[in-house]
């Protein structure tokens, strides 16, 4: 009888083991943020975060689910349990960190100024941008700084990155603030293959709106899954993972900026 109990109590362990381990993580992502994280023709999340989440969830041996948020939900959605992390290219800062815990940084990054060709813009003060409209993306680091910087412009926020985008190629805005490397990315590669639009000014590190880094968001009381996040990420970053697909999207080591 004895050894029937300790046979059943083994095989329940393994059972609970083994559900355990085939437990599904679940990353949210924005969706709308190329070349970071996009929806392809067939409605499928990609991107170099989603491709950086999925290899740390191998290298941590867990299954793990891509789900998609619009940004102005994406914290809400993590503290209501709807996935488990963030991986959508979301700054470290102070403010956020009042809401979720982050990981280290998974790259660095700064904000920049995009206009449209030959816009004459050289005065980046508050009296500089006066009558002036400026565009970014609600609830980002970048409408905080347009916000505080530039209190006197006419401002416009936009519920993703592409519709501010659109709206300086259609001429409807005189400036925008936003991530470098998106910016970077789509001034070069215009749907119609001409660019509208250019870089300007210095690029934005100021660290109350940049913060330090690019980092995971996850609930602040998961720090054991935390703490397996920032083992996985120097894990890929050792064995060349990160560096691949760094380099299947960017032309510089964004982990560094060099």
């Keep these: 009888m004895k050894r029937m109990l ?9 059972l609970l083991s083994a559900a355990a381990s085939a437990e599904t993580l679940k990353i949210g992502t924005e ?3 190329p070349p970071f994280n996009f929806q392809d023709s067939a409605g499928k999340l990609g991107g170099f ?5 999925l290899a740390l969830c191998e290298k941590m041996k867990v299954e793990c689910e891509v789900v998609g948020q619009d940004w102005d939900g994406i914290i809400p959605g993590l503290i209501a349990k709807k996935y488990d992390m963030i991986i959508a290219s979301m700054f470290i800062t102070e403010e956020r960190k009042k809401q979720v815990a982050f990981t280290d940084p998974y ?20 009296e ?3 009558g002036k409209t400026i565009g970014a993306q609600s609830g980002t680091t970048q409408a905080d700084y347009v916000a505080a910087v530039y209190p006197d412009a006419d401002i416009k926020l936009y519920p993703t990155q592409d519709e501010v985008n659109l709206d300086m190629a259609n001429g409807r805005l005189d400036l925008q ?4 490397i998106p910016l970077l990315d789509w001034v070069t590669k215009n749907d119609d293959g001409k660019a509208c639009c250019e870089l300007i000014g210095k690029p934005i590190t100021d660290k109350k709106f940049v913060g330090e880094g690019v980092g995971i968001a996850v609930r602040q009381d ?5 703490e397996k996040l920032n083992a996985a990420l120097k894990a890929i970053r050792e ?8 380099d299947k999207y960017f032309s510089i080591d964004i982990y560094t900026m060099k």
């Design 177 to 180: 603030v936003g991530d470098m």
């Design 31 to 33: 969706g709308a943020y």
């Design 222 to 226: 998961d720090n054991d899954l935390r």
């Design 128 to 130: 500089g941008m006066k």
């Design 239 to 246: 064995d060349g993972t990160y560096q691949k697909i760094n």
């Design 107 to 126: 790259y660095l990054a700064a904000m920049t100024h995009a206009a449209p060709k030959n816009s004459g813009i050289t005065d980046f003060t508050n």
């Design 49 to 53: 975060d989603v491709e950086i989440g």
């Design 6 to 14: 300790l046979a059943l109590a083994l095989a329940s362990s393994t």
